[in-house]
């Protein structure tokens, strides 16, 4: 008989324990941030969670990236703030217009592919190291693997969904 807890898990329990990780990790992070900083959100999407930040975070900058504009109309970033490009180049490139290092990087361009992902990990790793202030976090729906870094406890949802946070030590 296939139980509760042997049977396989969905894409669909997957998915909510991503989605679910996701809210509680940038909202454990608002609330702990001490360190000044914009926040840098890598994968405008849909807009959902940048409206989040927006939400959570009201008193900080935040930069968005993507190679295009599909959000919905209601979060989408003014035109200061949307960095429009491809991120291997914007991101290593983003320092004179973003200014200080980031408080907090949020990198939601998992593609759920694992070598995609590796490929990916393989180079955003050491941008997003170079553009995090020290004490600033990084949430990630990538595996990313920055020396510098901390990788801080992960719930059920997070080890489940696949999702990271990490902290920069200096
Ligand atoms: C999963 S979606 C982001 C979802 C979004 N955070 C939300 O809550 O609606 C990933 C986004 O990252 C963008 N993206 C992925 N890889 C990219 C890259 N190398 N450069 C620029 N944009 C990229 C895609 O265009 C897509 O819009």
Redesign the pocket.
């Known amino acids: 008989m296939t139980t509760e807890a042997t049977r396989r898990v969905s894409r669909l329990e997957v998915f909510i324990a991503r989605m679910t990780a996701q809210k509680t990790f940038l909202e454990e992070v608002a609330a702990a941030l001490d360190v000044p900083g914009p926040v840098l959100?890598?994968?405008?999407?849909?807009?959902?969670?940048?409206d989040?930040l927006r939400t959570i975070l009201p008193d900080r900058e935040i930069f968005v990236?993507?190679?295009?504009i599909?959000?919905h109309p209601a979060?989408i970033p003014d035109a200061d703030h949307m960095i429009v490009?491809?991120?291997?180049d914007?991101l290593a490139f983003c320092g004179p217009r973003v200014g200080a290092l980031a408080a907090l990087v949020?990198c939601?361009?998992?593609?759920g592919d694992p070598t995609a992902d590796l490929v990916?990990r393989a180079w955003l790793s050491p941008l997003i190291a170079e553009r995090t202030a020290p004490g600033g976090y990084v949430a990630s729906?990538i595996e990313l693997e920055m020396p510098d870094f901390e990788a801080l406890p992960r719930s059920a949802d997070a080890e489940r969904g696949r999702y990271w946070l990490y902290r920069k030590t200096r």
Do not use: Q, Y
């Open positions: 959100e890598l994968g405008l999407g849909n807009g959902r969670t940048f989040h990236f993507d190679r295009s599909t959000a979060s490009g491809e991120i291997r914007t949020h939601d361009l998992g593609s990916k729906g």
